[in-house]
């Protein structure tokens, strides 16, 4: 029997969390799916936890692919999914047992949606132990176009993903997803977001996003910016009052820095050194 849903599971370096986000994907009360794991060339025992669940269920399929990033290794999953509708599920997250049960039944209410969302829960190590909500609001690619309101494992359409060619390989360095959503959404497709908190997100220390947003958020952002200029080009004035409110806010957020206790007294500590530099200048 052909599954309704293909649950796509990039893996690279998570294999201690795997088992706990593919059990969470056998407890789903809809039982129309097939799970692909993609390895994406990850050093660790990846392929032996994923090849268990392989030979125990037969809706767990295995490939294995040379490392290219998260965005090829999505593509690579869907590119052999059977199901009508995608949800990608990072390796490290859990899928409350009622998700795909909830989602899909938009889908056949309303034939304009493209994306259907949730509430999420975020988490450190164990779901029992939340410590966020996260409820985004929206409709369409507006409430998109300056923050990425929808969480990756959204459910869509796989003729969505064929309509736009898939997630943007060269994205390598994050917010691939916000992307693809505006890529599907911009022509007029809508979103839903349901009013329940049925998926829990691992917040780790350390991830590929807050690596982003540490370090390319501005260089991504801008990516975005210019790839879909057409559109931001058409909220000229909204786009152009969203990035003067972020340069207004860097230069207080550095007016502060610099009126702080721990800047003043750091210039003291430094000013012998920067009165020998001087000198050394001076002297040359």
């Known amino acids: 029997m052909i599954p309704k849903v293909s649950i796509i599971v990039p893996c690279y370096r998570q294999a201690h969390f795997l088992d706990q986000t593919l059990q969470s994907v056998v407890n789903q009360t809809f039982v129309s799916w097939e799970c692909i794991i993609v390895n994406d060339g990850s050093p660790d025992n990846t392929e032996e936890v994923a090849q268990q669940w392989s030979t125990r269920d037969s809706r767990f399929h295995y490939i294995y692919k040379k490392n290219g990033g998260l965005p090829a290794a999505r593509n690579s999953g869907i590119a052999m999914a059977k199901g009508t509708f995608i949800l990608p599920l990072d390796s490290d997250d859990i899928l409350h047992e009622d998700y795909l049960n909830t989602i899909i039944p938009y889908f056949e209410q309303n034939i304009h949606l ?17 410590f966020y909500e996260h409820k985004p609001c929206g409709k369409d690619y507006h409430s998109l176009l300056f923050e990425n309101i929808l969480m990756p494992s ?24 916000w992307e693809f959503w505006i890529s599907i959404l911009k022509d007029g497709g809508e979103f839903k977001v349901i009013e329940r908190s049925l998926f829990y997100y691992r917040k780790a220390k350390v991830s590929m996003l807050t690596n982003t947003l540490a370090h390319h958020a501005e260089d991504v952002s801008k990516y975005v910016y210019k790839k879909h200029r057409e559109i931001y080009i058409d909220k000229f004035d909204t786009t152009m009052d969203y990035l003067f409110y ?39």
Request: contains cysteine; charged residues 40%.
């Open 246 to 284: 972020l340069i207004k806010k860097h230069r207080l957020s550095e007016d502060n820095l610099k009126t702080s206790l721990e800047y003043k007294i750091g210039k003291v500590i430094t000013k012998p050194f920067r009165l020998i530099k001087g000198l050394r200048r001076s002297k040359k």
């Open 154 to 177: 959204s459910v869509y359409k796989k003729s969505s993903w064929e309509r736009v060619g898939g997630y943007d390989e060269s994205m390598r360095k994050g917010f691939e997803d």
């Open 114 to 130: 493209e994306v259907v969302s949730c509430y999420r829960m975020f988490f450190s190590d164990h779901i029992k132990d939340t």
